[in-house]
């Protein structure tokens, strides 16, 4: 089975900018989370998805969006750049009790 | 405040040794998992315990649940270099959303 894929894994922005993000799940797997990962913070939670719908959100503002298609593929927005979004965001597609990582997107926002 | 504390944040041993890396809550958890990622990549799965008390072994590594599944503990036995990476803990109640620990940043010198 083929694993959790993320594109594009390198974007660079400029502040005020948007940016769309995506991830195909492992085949099977109805439910995508999104994580944003900093030095200073860690993990954070953003939110996840299941059958098209939001199920869980973490804390951050609504400049953080996300949806999910019919076939599980998820995509993640942030509209209005800001410098302190540089991160790596993380997909994880999970069924049952286990959640399995995608390589993620390093964003760089300038 | 972590819901999930890792203990130590950094630790850096000679290749042979043997080390343990701590992750506490005061809450319970109905099952937690360990990852380990390395720079610039995603986390990747390599347990999930569940019941109380378990022990689980993948090769050198030995991972506990507690008996109240408030904590777990991650033992590597004889540090090789391909060890080196962020040790990450998370805990789920059901299922659907996961919280990290701050992680651990184990550097295995040869």
């Known amino acids: 089975k083929a694993g959790v894929t993320q594109t594009p894994r390198y974007l660079i922005k400029t502040r005020g900018q948007q940016v769309t993000l995506s991830c195909s799940p492992i085949s099977g797997h109805r439910s995508v989370s999104w994580y944003q990962q900093t030095p200073g913070q860690g993990l954070q939670f953003l939110f996840e998805?299941?059958?098209?719908?939001?199920?869980n959100k973490g804390n951050f503002p609504g400049r953080f969006s996300g949806r999910q298609f019919s076939n599980s593929r998820s995509e993640m927005n942030v509209s209005t750049l800001e410098l302190g979004d540089s991160a790596l965001y993380l997909c994880?597609?999970?069924?049952?009790?286990?959640?399995?990582f995608g390589p993620g997107t390093r964003l760089t926002v300038l | 405040t972590q819901l999930l504390e890792q203990s130590p944040q950094f630790l850096s041993i000679q290749e042979g040794e043997n080390l343990t890396v701590y992750c506490n809550s005061s809450s319970v958890f109905s099952s937690l998992q360990w990852y380990r990622q390395e720079p610039g990549e995603g986390p990747v799965l390599l347990v999930t315990v569940v019941t109380g008390g378990e022990v689980k072994k993948l090769k050198r590594l030995t991972f506990q649940f507690g008996d109240a599944r408030k904590d777990s503990s991650l033992h590597i036995t004889a540090a090789q270099p391909g060890d080196t990476g962020l040790y990450l803990c998370?805990?789920?109640?059901?299922?659907?959303?996961?919280?990290f620990g701050s992680g651990t940043k184990l550097n295995v010198k040869p």
């Open positions: 994880a597609s999970s069924q049952e009790r286990e959640q399995f």
């Open positions: 998370a805990g789920t109640y059901n299922f659907n959303k996961f919280y």
């Open positions: 998805y299941f059958s098209e719908t939001q199920r």
